[in-house]
């Protein structure tokens, strides 16, 4: 009996110590195939072997599970009885489902941002997402269909990960839509959506980089976003599916800072490396320098996603 659970505590030790994890043990970042538009410029991070990310080969995003018809997503109570920081959603799938903190829902009562990397089993019934507000002046007595609509971008996903305040919230999108003169009743994130200017020019970036990385690359696991002088930001996740899973709302998120805050690519390769060196080079550098600077993501010791800004 003794030689058996030190058996099984063995072999938990050895699972543990093999978990994937998201440095340059497994992933190196592709600077010949960067890919430049305007503003911005974006670099591929590549799996070394290609085995990489089979334990999550079958989890799917929100987005996709949403647009297939195999989740549902809906308000948690009544107008009366709502506990705003929560969406009930229903996984209907056979798969596991993941949602990303900082994803961005319509609809509702008031729009919403997602708050914590989660997943969700495929058991049929209620789970909850913790969500905030991105919507400060609308509270409807009745309730609208969600809808999917992208990645905030990476200043309000920064202050989503530094503090979890939802005044904060509310003072960065009443901050963005005033920098951007874009007037909204409901002082809503999502108002920059129904500017004609603004979606001609996210339109002309987001094709540029979908249509080049969709149609011509299929063996990224990540990105990394540059803007003038600075990273704007990465994100790089525990497999090619996933990660193709949630490129178009992310590429969206990318794309929305530019327009907020970009400026011509100046940013030198040499740079980028000494920002990447503190993010991937082995798991402890790497915790360390996202607890300042953004945040991993870990189920049962693997790591699934990393966002740093």
Not at 84 to 102: E, F, K, L, P
Request: charged share 25%.
């Amino acid at each position: 009996m003794k030689f058996f659970f030190t058996a099984l505590l063995l072999l938990g030790l050895q699972t543990f110590a093999h978990a994937q994890q998201l440095t340059y043990q497994t992933l190196y970042v592709d600077y010949d195939s960067a890919v430049e538009f305007k503003n911005l410029k974006i670099i591929p991070v590549r799996p070394k072997q290609r085995g990489f990310g089979q334990s999550m080969s079958q989890v799917i995003s929100l987005n996709r599970a949403l647009r297939e018809g195999l989740a549902t997503v809906s308000e948690r109570g009544t107008a009366s009885t709502e506990n705003v920081h929560y969406m009930r959603v229903r996984n209907i799938s056979d798969r596991t489902i993941y949602v990303a903190s900082g994803e961005i829902f319509s609809g509702g009562r008031q729009d919403r941002m997602v708050t914590r990397d989660t997943l969700l089993v495929p058991d049929g019934r209620d789970q909850y997402v913790s969500v905030m507000c991105v919507e400060e002046g609308r509270w409807s007595e009745k309730e609208r269909k969600f809808q999917y609509e992208n990645f905030a971008n990476s200043s309000l996903r920064k202050v989503l990960d530094e503090d979890r305040n939802q005044v904060l919230i509310w003072q960065e999108v009443s901050r963005q839509l005033d920098s951007q003169h874009i007037k909204s009743k409901s002082l809503a994130y999502l108002s920059s959506n129904g500017d004609r200017k603004m979606q001609t020019l996210q339109n002309e970036y987001f094709n540029f980089f979908h249509d080049h990385f969709k149609a011509g690359d299929s063996t990224m696991v990540g990105i990394v976003c540059l803007s003038g002088d600075k990273v704007i930001g990465s994100d790089i996740f525990a497999s090619r599916n996933l990660f193709y899973n949630m490129l178009d709302p992310v590429l969206i998120g990318y794309t929305d800072q530019v327009l907020y805050t970009g400026k011509p690519v100046t940013i030198t390769n040499e740079e980028v490396k000494n920002y990447m060196d503190k993010l991937l080079s082995d798991e402890v550098s790497q915790a360390k320098f996202l607890k300042e600077n953004g945040k991993i993501f870990r189920q049962n010791g693997e790591v699934i996603h990393i966002n740093s800004f």
